[in-house]
């Protein structure tokens, strides 16, 4: 059962045109959330780690919050150089080490037409 | 800046053979952790290790074993490579602080296993 879900799959947007990916979990207890920026080919960049209900961080274009069930990843004015798979991960319990795993969702594939 | 290192970009094999994937981090931490990245499937974890020597299974272990032999460099070992793990392979570092923060990730290995 997937502990975090993403949506959409795939966006499209126009070159200044806003909009918001969204990253919703199920995890108990939550411990942190974090949003990474993957382009084509390499590993996934950190971006962001929003901690409580009600937190917001910024970065360039970017802003994410986080709510008690899920997270937005607001672009405003998107560029091209913003096209990139976007993935969210939340600290899940991994019974085996008995320790909590960043568990990812399998992300939002932006592109940003000029 | 955290720096994870992995050891190739890049990797062609054949069927039967065994493969290291090396992984290096230059921040003293002590989780590290091994993702296969594979289309429509997202990152899924294959082992991690919370300290020198130890190690635990993930979501898909078999066909991989892992080694740590020091506190900066984790190894993944495909003992008898096959088609089906054709894939991209993440390495991945974090602090244990108390908290649960974010991993930070290398540039991955593209493996291909013909």
């Known amino acids: 059962e997937d502990q975090v879900t993403q949506s959409p799959e795939a966006l499209r947007l126009q070159e200044g045109e806003s909009s918001s990916l969204n990253c919703s979990y199920t995890v108990s207890g939550l411990r942190g959330l974090f949003w990474y920026r993957q382009d084509p080919g390499k590993g996934p960049e950190f971006l962001f780690t929003l901690y409580s209900a009600g937190e917001e961080k910024e970065k360039e274009r970017l802003k994410a919050t986080l709510t008690k069930k899920e997270s937005f990843l607001h672009i405003t004015a998107p560029k091209p150089e913003d096209s990139a798979t976007y993935l969210c991960a939340v600290p899940a319990f991994h019974a085996s080490g008995g320790s909590y795993i960043p568990t990812f969702g399998r992300g939002t594939s932006l592109i940003v037409h000029p | 800046d955290v720096k994870v290192t992995q050891s190739s970009r890049y990797l062609v094999k054949r069927t039967g053979e065994k493969v290291f994937l090396e992984c290096v981090q230059d921040m003293d931490h002590e989780n590290m952790f091994w993702y296969r990245q594979d289309p429509g499937l997202g990152l899924r974890l294959i082992y991690f290790s919370y300290d020198v020597k130890m190690k635990e299974k993930g979501d898909i272990p078999e066909g991989y074993s892992v080694s740590r032999e020091k506190k900066e460099r984790f190894s993944l070992i495909l003992e008898s490579a096959s088609t089906n793990q054709t894939s991209m392979y993440l390495c991945?570092?974090?602090?244990?602080?108390?908290?649960?923060?974010?991993?930070?990730f290398g540039q991955g290995t593209r493996l291909t296993v013909v």
């Open positions: 991945a570092s974090s602090p244990w602080t108390g908290l649960n923060t974010e991993a930070f």
